[in-house]
């Protein structure tokens, strides 16, 4: 089973950027799809954006679409998250988690969570 840590969350401007990282240890890292989720306080975990294993295919949620990219390097073990044009409505907790196909959305299909890093973006 796969472990994940998140990290490079942290305090931004409008228009600003950040990256975050996933880092993972476990033999099957190279093999799972990879998504990342957010929560904004007092609201669900919503769907941000996942990849394939091999990094060829991803998905966004609408809302993230052009401004935010997600890539890995399976050699280093680390899924990232470059969010570019960041809004004040981007403040949350974001997480990564590990699940069977790149086309799954929704949060009961993803698994072996990290502990979240937070991010919070100023008007």
């Known amino acids: 089973q796969v472990q994940l840590v998140e990290s490079g969350g942290g305090l931004v401007q409008a228009g600003g950027s950040l990256r975050l990282s996933c880092a993972a240890s476990?033999?099957?890292?190279?093999?799972?799809?990879i998504g990342w989720f957010r929560q904004p306080p007092g609201k669900e975990r919503a769907f941000v954006a996942t990849?394939?294993?091999?990094?060829?295919?991803?998905k966004y949620a609408d809302s993230v679409k052009g401004r935010f990219t997600i890539s890995r390097d399976n050699a280093k073990n680390t899924v990232y998250l470059q969010m570019n044009s960041l809004k004040p409505e981007d403040t949350a907790v974001y997480y990564c988690?590990?699940?069977?196909?790149?086309?799954?959305?929704?949060?009961?299909?993803?698994?072996?969570w990290g502990q979240g890093t937070q991010v919070t973006v100023s008007s």
């Open positions: 476990g033999r099957t890292f190279s093999t799972n799809a």
């Open positions: 988690a590990a699940t069977r196909s790149y086309l799954y959305t929704r949060r009961d299909d993803f698994g072996s």
């Open positions: 990849i394939n294993w091999s990094g060829g295919s991803t």
